[in-house]
């Protein structure tokens, strides 16, 4: 086993947190929620994960507040889930996994038939393409009393969230949610402090990293997940990621995971591999959203084969800029993808899909050099996120 894929098993600190190896479950939604609850499928999908080796766990879009899920059957951080999520985070402890929390907020972007709001809330004023199934057309533009208020919101959760039990907070500012519809120019028409030019469209997502450090303090573990693209014209792009990257790390973030993509515009640049069309209309059960899924599909889908490693020579550049840790997401699957990460100079390495189809995927590198994950990237696992079991592997699912 040569020395960088060796570094990849050793511990390393995240801020204070010692983490035993450089493996982190990525924030995939896991479907198990149903009414904003902690299943025991919920349970078990993480327990899994930690008994399989990875340092720690991310637990999917825990949206900061009712109005902030992208449907009824998430969690968001509210009192009532206090006892069973502390129950959750605990066993995950007592199988030596930490805990991340990925921060949600999905702006102008909902389903959620059970908004205290008539109309989901984005920067600017459009179609609300995720809520046109449930008669849900239009997000209005957010007030600047709208604004403070939201980052307040932001404070409050994270503080639950750390009396909670989590280790870790993941800020999502990345795939088309409610922040990163800040930062796009394709989804932010403001021209107030909160509009036009890329310092004044992160003014919001700093002032949320800011409300969060406030919250859980200087020594608690606050990462960001960000697009390193949009993949869309008019979008984020490669060059605008370093500066959001440089304004991040200025801001006081403790770790960046270089994604990509957006779920709204262009989702398969994330997902690289087999089409999602047709596993998302298999799945999908409104006959008003298969027919916009075949209208929209081919552009909305379009076509990035599979490759080993596909964000690395964008995700590297960010090392330029930052001083923060380097977490990568973005089709590694063997050994070989891990040594070169290292190499590279990355801190650690996000997991979604191998982990899915091989949960014990760090125990089972660790002891076998040229060990490559039995994931094949044909992408069925995404569009299991509201089945009845949840997000699952359907090749190989154990």
């Given at each position: 086993m040569n020395a960088f894929l060796t570094q990849s098993?050793?511990?390393?600190?995240?801020?204070?947190?010692?983490?035993?190896?450089?493996?982190?479950?990525?924030?995939?939604?896991?479907?198990?929620?149903p009414q904003s609850a902690v299943s025991s499928a919920l349970c078990n999908f993480h327990g899994r994960?930690?008994?399989?080796?990875?340092?720690?766990?991310?637990?999917?879009?825990?949206?900061?507040?009712?109005?902030?899920?992208?449907?009824?059957?998430?969690?968001?951080?509210?009192?009532?889930?206090?006892?069973?999520?502390?129950?959750?985070?605990?066993?995950?402890?007592?199988?030596?996994?930490?805990?991340?929390?990925?921060?949600?907020?999905?702006?102008?972007?909902?389903?959620?038939?059970?908004r205290q709001r008539k109309?989901?809330?984005?920067?600017?004023?459009?179609?609300?393409?995720?809520?046109?199934?449930?008669?849900?057309?239009?997000?209005?533009?957010?007030?600047l009393q709208d604004i403070d208020r939201l980052v307040k919101?932001?404070?409050?959760?994270?503080?639950?969230?750390?009396?909670?039990?989590?280790?870790?907070l993941e800020i999502h500012f990345g795939h088309g949610y409610g922040l990163c519809q800040f930062m796009s120019p394709k989804t932010n028409r403001r021209t107030d402090l909160y509009g036009g030019t890329l310092q004044n469209r992160m003014r919001l997502p700093l002032r949320v990293l800011e409300s969060v450090r406030k919250a859980v303090g200087d020594d608690f573990p606050v990462i960001g997940k960000i697009s390193l693209t949009e993949g869309v014209q008019g979008g984020l792009d490669y060059d605008d990621a370093l500066e959001i990257a440089r304004l991040l790390d200025q801001g006081g973030i403790d770790g960046i995971v270089t994604s990509g993509g957006t779920s709204t515009m262009?989702?398969?640049?994330?997902?690289?591999?087999?089409?999602?069309l047709q596993p998302m209309l298999k799945a999908e059960k409104s006959p008003l959203m298969r027919m916009m899924l075949r209208l929209a599909g081919p552009r909305l889908f379009k076509h990035y084969p599979y490759e080993e490693l596909y964000f690395l020579e964008q995700a590297k550049r960010l090392r330029e800029v930052v001083n923060c840790d380097l977490i990568y997401v973005g089709g590694a699957?063997?050994?070989?993808?891990?040594?070169?990460?290292?190499?590279?100079?990355?801190d650690f390495i996000q997991l979604g899909r191998s982990l899915l189809s091989d949960p014990d995927l760090p125990l089972q590198a660790?002891?076998?050099?040229?060990?490559?994950s039995r994931c094949l990237h044909c992408n069925e696992c995404v569009a299991t996120i509201e089945h009845a079991q949840g997000i699952h592997c359907t090749r190989f699912d154990s």
């Open positions: 098993f050793t511990p390393k600190k995240l801020n204070g947190l010692a983490l035993k190896n450089r493996f982190i479950k990525a924030g995939t939604f896991e479907g198990m929620s994960i930690a008994d399989g080796g990875v340092a720690m766990t991310t637990i999917g879009y825990c949206a900061i507040e009712n109005d902030g899920r992208l449907h009824e059957n998430m969690l968001y951080m509210h009192e009532g889930i206090r006892n069973d999520l502390s129950t959750l985070i605990n066993t995950l402890h007592s199988k030596d996994c930490k805990v991340s929390g990925q921060m949600g907020y999905g702006g102008g972007f909902s389903k959620n038939r059970h109309r989901p809330l984005g920067p600017s004023f459009g179609i609300n393409m995720l809520g046109v199934a449930q008669g849900m057309l239009f997000c209005d533009a957010m007030t919101r932001y404070g409050e959760a994270a503080a639950f969230m750390q009396s909670v039990g989590f280790d870790c262009n989702p398969m640049i994330m997902f690289r591999g087999d089409n999602l699957s063997n050994n070989n993808s891990f040594a070169t990460l290292m190499q590279a100079g990355f660790k002891h076998n050099p040229g060990y490559a």
